[in-house]
């Protein structure tokens, strides 16, 4: 189930099993032709320069964005009979944080499609809240509006809804992007929990030089999936290569350089 | 100038037609500010404008095939539902362009909302040439005649007002998620589009129903301004939408009842004047970010952090002294002061007995000048130690005006940082006698 498969499939077992998607945008195409298994109970990054269709592939599969073709199965069936077994911590963009919402509020909103169309909010609902709140470090922030809240914080909060739902498939848009180093052990640690806990978590990652710290399997996207599979085999140079294009960054070339001196040296 | 008769009868509401006014305008009000809210948090406040603006064409288009059709063009349904379908037209035109050009909402809505106008005044000339129809009562849609509303109105006027409150505290929490955020709701499965089309759908309500008292292009200052004001005295959704639902129908009471009394003043202009006040009223006074209120805040932080510039400059300065006085010069002197500032925080320190007065320009610091001296000079060391060894995370916790450090970062913590500092003190020239 791990290794790359030389003919994907669909599993019925497989959390996500994404088959010759193509994704297009005002006629350009962002993701073309992909074919995926992810596999369960890890935790994916999905890697690749701007552009590379990242949030579109997670947005593809959580029909946000329309498809030009292929299908989409989450264990077996498709998104819309299996929303309740999925989570989605979008990018902190994505939202006006000026909005006059605390942050109990925001996590509440994981809540609203159990509560379900004009139905109050219950005590129990701002328990789970409070819970998961608790787990990302900010529960001491619940009543706090949004807009006091730092870059970190708010992230934070955003993951803190996705917990509240309890779910087996964990979606994150860039979640360690701009945040402080606490956040970002919170933020770690949670995804740890998680996959102890036998989740399976897809996380569009942009820091290459964390990727083989925290992550067990990556994706290396750029409008086609270069490469797939466990870190240790697949996050190779010569696949980094294929994937940014010779695009790597003067610092990241800098520390491969240091790198390899160290070893010569 | 009213008679205090002429005041009275109007306040009491015993004039029928100044009755079925006020009631009507506040319904209105009231149903605006409701939806209001969520318009302004959806962000689609001028979309409300070039909706108004939009049903100009339809009320005439209305007119002009009633009057062919032989009818006098006197019925306000018809001419109600012409706006209502001109005005969706107009919205759909917004999104069409949004989506097929390159153009975004500015130019878009300016385009429907002036193109759209121009065309209901070109109907409404065509239509004053055309015989059997009377034409004067169209342009009442335009600037509003409220002085001329009939209880049919009023009574529409509270049914809407009554539907729009019921819909949205039915609908309040999926209204928040459409207007907070928008790609986890559809994620979650909500349908964002038939919610926005909800929303604006009762938007275009109200609109219509606020044609004839307001007119179409005051219309829009009902639906944003008591909105706008409600943002500065509640951050709860469920309390901001009832005070604009307040503010709304206040502002209504009060233009309605103005307007009664002062001859020849349109009532609608009065309305949207009045609720314009509030909305000043509400940015000066309001509890949450209101002007003043924040200024009277700031003012105070500062008072609070020049008495702690002063407590540590008098500390240093009578460090040296046997008596533990001070002079004058010496003060303006170590921070760089201006004189007359320096003799206003002598004053108030008096006034707090952290010194007292023993020559002319010469003070002396008191035992409690001392000790809240000394109490604020550990605090901060204690901050200074935190963000040296817990740098990473220490900036959202700092809180240096806190009283007493213990509350904000617990006394387990605050044990740690002492032991630290007694390591330092051994090191440190300027020991400051933290351990009282």
Redesign the interface.
């Known amino acids: 189930m791990n290794e790359m498969p030389i003919e994907p499939g669909h599993y019925a077992s497989s959390p996500v099993s994404i088959h010759d998607l193509t994704v297009a945008y005002n006629r350009k195409p962002v993701l073309w032709d992909v074919d995926l298994d992810i596999p369960e109970g890890k935790l994916i990054a999905i890697v690749g320069p701007n552009g590379a269709g990242k949030s579109t592939l997670i947005?593809a599969v959580?029909?946000?964005v329309p498809r030009a073709s292929g299908d989409i199965l989450l264990y077996g069936k498709p998104f819309?009979k299996q929303?309740d077994l999925?989570a989605?911590v979008?990018q902190r963009e994505?939202?006006?944080w000026d909005?006059?919402?605390?942050a109990i509020g925001?996590v509440l909103?994981g809540c609203?499609?159990k509560?379900g169309?004009?139905r109050p909010?219950r005590q129990s609902d701002k328990i789970k809240a409070m819970n998961a709140l608790d787990r990302v470090g900010m529960a001491e922030y619940a009543h706090r509006?949004i807009n006091q809240l730092?870059g970190?914080?708010q992230q934070r909060v955003f993951l803190a809804?996705a917990l509240a739902q309890d779910s087996s498939i964990y979606f994150m848009d860039e979640p360690f992007a701009s945040v402080?180093?606490?956040t970002e052990r919170a933020i770690v640690s949670v995804l740890s929990e998680l996959r102890s806990s036998g989740r399976t978590v897809v996380v569009v990652h942009h820091d290459l030089q964390t990727v083989s710290e925290y992550f067990d399997n990556v994706i290396m996207l750029n409008m086609r999936v270069v490469a797939h599979g466990p870190v240790d085999k697949v996050f190779t140079n010569e696949n980094l290569k294929k994937t940014y294009g010779g695009r790597l960054t003067l610092l990241s070339e800098a520390a491969d350089r240091l790198a390899k001196s160290k070893v010569e040296g | 100038m009213p008679s205090i008769e002429q005041l009275f009868r109007v306040l009491t509401l015993e004039d029928y037609n100044t009755r079925v006014v006020v009631i009507g305008v506040m319904a209105l009000g009231a149903a605006s500010g409701v939806i209001g809210t969520f318009l302004l948090l959806r962000k689609r406040a001028l979309t409300a404008d070039a909706l108004s603006h939009a049903t100009l064409p339809g009320i005439v288009a209305a007119f002009m095939v009633i009057v062919a059709f032989g009818g006098s063009g006197k019925s306000i349904i018809a001419l109600l539902i012409g706006a209502f379908v001109s005005g969706c037209i107009g919205v759909l035109l917004i999104l069409a362009i949004r989506h097929t050009t390159r153009l975004k909402d500015d130019a878009a809505i300016g385009i429907v909302l002036s193109v759209l106008f121009g065309l209901g005044l070109c109907l409404l000339r065509i239509a004053t040439e055309m015989p059997g129809g009377s034409v004067a009562g169209l342009k009442g849609f335009v600037f509003g005649k409220a002085a001329s509303m009939v209880a049919g109105d009023a009574w529409i006027m509270c049914i809407v007002a009554t539907g729009v409150v019921a819909l949205v505290t039915l609908f309040r929490k999926e209204f928040t998620l459409l207007c907070f955020d928008e790609k986890f709701s559809t994620s979650q499965g909500w349908p964002i589009l038939k919610l926005d089309i909800a929303l604006m759908g009762m938007v275009a309500i109200v609109t219509v129903i606020a044609l004839q008292s307001v007119g179409l292009v005051l219309a829009v200052a009902m639906l944003i301004i008591p909105a706008a004001s409600s943002r500065y005295w509640s951050t709860k959704i469920a309390n901001m939408i009832f005070i604009a639902a307040l503010i709304g129908a206040l502002s209504g009471w009060l233009g309605a009842t103005v307007s009664a009394l002062v001859p020849r003043m349109p009532t609608g202009p009065i309305i949207v004047l009045i609720s314009g006040c509030s909305f000043v009223v509400s940015f000066m006074f309001g509890t949450k970010n209101g002007f003043i209120v924040n200024q009277l805040e700031r003012s105070l932080l500062n008072r609070r952090i020049a008495m702690q510039h002063f407590l540590r400059a008098m500390w240093e300065i009578t460090e040296s002294n046997a008596d533990n006085s001070f002079h004058f010069k010496t003060i303006v002197a170590h921070r760089s002061w201006k004189p007359p500032f320096v003799r206003r925080l002598v004053k108030r320190a008096i006034c707090f007995r952290y010194c007292s007065s023993i020559a002319k320009d010469v003070w002396i610091m008191t035992e409690k000048g001392s000790a809240e001296a000394t109490r604020i000079a550990r605090n901060h060391r204690l901050w200074e130690i935190y963000l040296i060894n817990y740098a990473d995370i220490a900036p959202s916790h700092v809180d240096r005006d806190a009283d007493a450090i213990e509350h904000v970062i617990g006394q387990v913590m605050v044990d740690k940082l002492e032991a630290l500092i007694k390591e330092e003190n051994l090191k440190s020239p300027h020991p400051i006698g933290v351990n009282q």
């Open positions: 947005k959580l029909d946000i819309k929303r999925v989605y979008p994505s939202v006006d909005f006059p919402i605390d925001v909103m609203y499609r509560i169309w004009c909010i509006q730092s970190g914080q809804r402080d180093a606490a």
